[in-house]
């Protein structure tokens, strides 16, 4: 089947391409939001509004002042979200774009949003955090850095915390018409946020079997 030059998700698989044919994996985020902002393209993950399982979570896990981080924030839903629920929530994004455009849609946030990069964060983020949130993020990294991504994820979360993670069910795809970006995160990837001192605390299939929702704990 030929592709739709209208489907967002086209345009974004050739920025990708193009990134990840220069060797910069996480590349192709930057230029998709400078366009989206300029009106020139389409955001397709984009919903105006955060993700269901999290808001049914916040809503029975109130912040109480706990730091929150929010893995790669797009525009802002999850994080203003948990703000909302009294956590003292940063959130971060590779794309100065992407910060720009949230900071312009939420221009009187809590929330301390800034530029940085998973495969390289901030060495003073490691176990600083109560609650670490990450929600379709590393799926959009190629494989062959995603044991670099998960494992910041699992560093960020502080003695005691806790790390929500969400991602679309290789398992639930067939693999063989599946084009990129994303790349879905199979059991045995999503299992191996369980690292550097983190553990598993449940790891459930939702939304019929399509999407991943796990849990994380690092030992007080």
């Not at 929530?89 to 590779?94: C, H, K, N, S």
């Not at 600083?128 to 993020?137: G, N, P, Q, R, S």
């Not at 069910?169 to 199979?186: H, K, Q, V």
């Amino acid at each position: 089947m030929p592709e739709d030059p209208s489907d967002p998700d086209v345009e974004a698989r050739r920025r990708a391409e193009t990134a990840l044919a220069a060797g910069d994996p996480s590349g192709w985020f930057e230029p998709l939001y400078a366009a989206a902002e300029a009106g020139d393209a389409v955001l397709p993950w984009f919903r105006g509004e955060p993700c269901l399982e999290l808001a049914a979570w916040a809503r029975d896990n109130p912040g109480d002042g706990k730091r929150a981080l929010v893995v790669g924030c797009g525009m802002g839903d999850d994080a203003e979200l948990l703000a909302e629920s009294g956590y003292d929530t940063a959130a971060f994004d590779v794309s100065p774009s992407a910060i720009k455009a949230v900071l312009n849609r939420f221009p009187d946030t809590r929330v301390a949003y800034r530029t940085a990069d998973l495969l390289d964060p901030p060495p003073e983020w490691r176990h600083a955090f109560d609650l670490v949130v990450e929600i379709l993020t590393v799926q959009s990294l190629p494989k062959n850095v995603r044991g670099t991504a998960i494992g910041s994820v699992s560093g960020f979360v502080a003695p005691g915390g806790l790390a929500l993670v969400s991602a679309v069910a290789e398992e639930s795809i067939d693999l063989t018409t599946w084009a990129g970006p994303p790349w879905p995160l199979n059991g045995a990837e999503v299992e191996s946020f369980a690292r550097d001192g983190v553990a598993a605390r449940s790891l459930d299939r939702i939304r019929d079997g399509r999407r991943w929702w796990a849990e994380f704990t690092r030992e007080a």
